[in-house]
């Protein structure tokens, strides 16, 4: 069998069709996961793709092999591959209609496959919810470092901001707490009002986030390193000081309303206003800005408004996923907050790659699904990711999807057909 | 009056540890332009080799394969930890640092991160997760001055923290050394031009930061003996947090930021509830930045930078 023209076959699957075979080998994994699973002599089924099994018991990972070739790796190949055809005439339609419907195919069959999948297990489930909200917390650090390039490290402090501003709202409008008291509004309303919630969560922060802006204005680099530190540690401990959050014991008591469709929303939502704002004209004066902020000038970019609406928007979006984590997490602590974090979601961002959407979910996924595989190794994993992150560093320095556009209609595009076939598409 | 000077000394202790870390900070951050973050656990790293050396040097004189005064056994303690730590921050120069001359200097500081947990995870792994205490080796005399308290083992750290500054101060600006080392500051193109070895000084400049920050972690366990792996976190993000503050210009910058950070940490806690040390010391720093948003001795933007 010829490799490379079978590569060359799948390489003509398009986003519809890896989709699709990805909800099918799911739904077959649900019908008949477990009695495979018990025929293979396997415990439950693999809940993460067998790799953390195959680090706690070894002698159960021919078998994990064996069902994840039969559940996913066979008939995902199969269906993308035969499938193919069908799949691009289908992505070809698509794509005739507004890029709206289109995405709104891709991203329901996405998330239909999530949901089948997470349902399955809870682990799964919460970890696809912490991986969510990992995406948009590297996204957003990504504006900031990556797209202005700047060094922040203030971004735990807007996700602090975000997560009590959305807890405090949240318990005290919508639950009886006993430092807040009765509830103010009907709790039924809460689902409903909880968007709303995240929002006003992402725009405290979002005004927090002024305390960095403004002195970026005359100071860069370095200093500006060392202000957003020092602001992420008065963050951490205001809200230690602030008695009436709990203090350093932290908040709970926050109503369960982050569930995965909430998660998976925001995080297209997210993703969808990053990439539009890096790629409309104001991301590219960020980009100006950090290249050269003289000659940015002199092109009659306004430094001060680009600095502040990119601070401003990262800030916001590191908000809302605070205070998702507070919701998904059910509780929220000053201490989550602090270096730990902030060294995480540094690595997320330069893992990932620099200036680019795909490396932000790259670095993102990356980190969190290796940071759950290697959980078994108990503490040899943080010598095993900071030496994997050391090798990225040394053979990529800018990470490993770096200065890569995400352009919504080459992602979503059929692949048959050469490419100069894109621009005969209709356009719109 | 009493209680002030009681601080104005506990300040000039505490002050000691984050100048003498700074001062490495302050060296790798003005010769190569890196922020190197793994410098606070090389502090850490200096503390346990430090606690090595002594039980080694105690074990020696109590089977009288060596006679020797305590006082001895502290200095050579410190000296051979500061060697053998050198050794480490020389390591850490080759592995994490030098692969990455070209690169992005976010990267450079990325990997450094990744050091310094690989440091604290290594420890963990290798000596347990059990605190280990770093032995009493002289006894503490306190004298008492006007109302105020001072131990010996405050003065030896100040003392020996002062002659550790003015001794780089003098390496850095009376040897051949240290003129490469400026040279480097000055113009990082042409100094291999003039027949200077990039690496060589790289290596020498991690060296001595390193040295000076297991100084630091012997006079820090000489006063607070119970030694964990993480403790290298809080002080080496403070010291950096100092060391840019002094400015990237001079010894002096970096040591006076170290002691300036100790001094506003005491005397918040001093008036003020402690829990909001943190909270009030950088807001200190936040607005001193926003005055001199270059730092006390620093130029702004300037490419004249000295050492």
Same mark, same amino acid.
């Given at each position: 069998m010829d490799v490379r023209r079978t590569m060359r076959g799948f390489s003509q699957v398009p986003l519809l069709g890896w989709l699709v075979a990805?909800?099918?080998?799911?739904?077959?994994e649900i019908q008949w996961g477990t009695p495979l699973a018990q025929a293979l002599g396997l415990p439950k089924i693999p809940v993460l793709?067998?790799?953390?099994l195959a680090l706690k018991q070894p002698h159960l990972l021919p078998g994990a092999v064996?069902? $994840?070739? $039969?559940?996913?790796?066979?008939? !995902?190949?199969? !269906?993308?591959?035969?499938?193919?055809? !069908?799949?691009?005439?289908?992505?070809?339609?698509?794509?005739?209609?507004? $890029?709206?419907?289109?995405?709104?195919?891709?991203?329901?069959?996405f998330y239909a496959a999530l949901e089948l999948w997470s349902g399955l297990s809870d682990y799964r489930d919460l970890v696809l919810r912490f991986? $969510?909200?990992a995406v948009m917390v590297t996204l957003s650090l990504n504006v900031i470092n990556g797209y202005m390039g700047e060094f922040s490290c203030s971004h735990p402090g807007f996700m602090a901001v975000g997560a009590y501003a959305a807890s405090v709202l949240s318990v005290d409008l919508f639950t009886k707490h006993r430092v807040f008291g009765e509830a103010l509004l009907p709790p039924a309303l809460g689902p409903f009002l909880f968007p709303l919630v995240l929002i006003i969560a992402g725009l405290v922060a979002a005004v927090s986030a002024l305390v960095v802006a403004i002195p970026s204005f005359r100071t860069r680099g370095d200093y500006l390193a060392i202000i957003s530190l020092a602001f992420m540690f008065i963050i951490k401990s205001l809200i230690e000081n602030l008695e009436i959050v709990g203090g350093a014991r932290g908040l709970g008591g926050q109503p369960d309303w982050a569930g995965l469709s909430t998660v998976f929303l925001w995080t297209v939502a997210c993703v969808w206003a990053i990439n539009n704002f890096v790629r409309s004209t104001l991301g590219k004066a960020l980009n100006a800005v950090r290249d050269n902020e003289t000659a940015a000038t002199a092109m009659t970019v306004d430094t001060r408004y680009t600095k502040i609406v990119g601070f401003l928007f990262a800030a916001f979006w590191a908000g809302v996923a605070g205070g998702l984590f507070a919701h998904v997490l059910r509780y929220v602590n000053p201490g989550t907050f602090g270096i730990q974090k902030l060294a995480e979601v540094l690595a997320m961002v330069y893992f990932g790659g620099l200036n680019s959407v795909y490396g932000s979910i790259v670095g993102a996924v990356g980190i969190s699904l290796l940071g759950e595989a290697l959980r078994p190794l108990e503490i040899f994993k943080w010598i095993i990711i900071p030496l994997l992150l050391i090798l990225v560093m040394i053979y990529r320095p800018t990470g490993l999807v770096a200065f890569k556009e995400f352009d919504p209609k080459a992602v979503l595009r059929p692949k048959n057909g050469p490419e100069r076939e894109r621009d005969a598409l209709p356009r719109g | 009056m009493s209680l002030f000077l009681q601080n104005l000394v506990n300040a000039l202790q505490w002050g000691s540890f984050y100048a003498l870390i700074a001062l490495g900070y302050s060296m790798v951050? @003005?010769?190569?332009?890196?922020f190197n973050f793994a410098h606070g656990d090389i502090f850490m790293v200096g503390a346990y080799i430090g606690v090595g050396v002594a039980a080694v040097l105690l074990a020696a004189s109590a089977e009288g394969a060596l006679a020797l005064p305590p006082w001895a056994i502290l200095v050579l303690t410190i000296l051979l930890a500061m060697v053998l730590t050198s050794f480490v921050g020389m390591l850490v120069e080759r592995i994490g640092y030098r692969p990455l001359r070209g690169a992005p200097r976010a990267s450079a500081a990325i990997t450094g991160l990744m050091i310094g947990i690989i440091l604290e995870t290594g420890n963990l792994a290798l000596l347990g997760a059990q605190r280990i205490r770093f032995p009493s080796l002289i006894d503490t005399t306190v004298y008492e001055v006007a109302g105020v308290f001072i131990t010996n083992t405050k003065i030896i750290i100040v003392v020996v923290a002062l002659l550790l500054a003015a001794g780089m101060h003098f390496f850095v600006h009376k040897t051949k050394w240290g003129l490469a080392m400026r040279a480097m500051a000055f113009d990082y193109v042409a100094v291999p031009l003039m027949g200077v070895s990039v690496n /060589?000084?790289?290596?020498?400049?991690?060296?001595?930061? @390193?040295?000076?920050?297991?100084?630091? /972690?012997?006079?820090y366990a000489l006063a607070y003996p119970v030694l964990d792996p993480y403790m290298g976190i809080v002080f080496g993000w403070k010291a950096f947090v100092a060391a840019i503050l002094g400015g990237r210009v001079s010894v002096m910058g970096a040591t006076l930021a170290g002691f300036l950070l100790g001094f506003i940490e005491i005397f918040v806690a001093m008036i003020f509830p402690s829990t909001l040390r943190d909270l009030i010391a950088y807001s200190i720093v936040l607005l001193i930045l926003i005055v001199r948003p270059h730092g006390?001795?620093?130029?702004?933007? @300037?490419a004249r930078l000295r050492l």
């Open positions: 990805a909800f099918i080998s799911v739904v077959i793709f067998g790799v953390v064996v069902y $994840l070739l $039969l559940v996913y790796g066979l008939p !995902i190949a199969l !269906i993308a591959r035969l499938g193919a055809g !069908i799949a691009n005439q289908a992505a070809g339609a698509l794509l005739r209609l507004p $890029l709206w419907v289109s995405a709104a195919v891709h991203l329901g069959l991986t $969510l909200i | 951050y @003005s010769i190569l332009m890196l /060589g000084i790289a290596a020498l400049t991690f060296a001595l930061g @390193s040295a000076l920050a297991a100084a630091a /972690g012997i006079l006390f001795f620093g130029e702004p933007y @300037s």
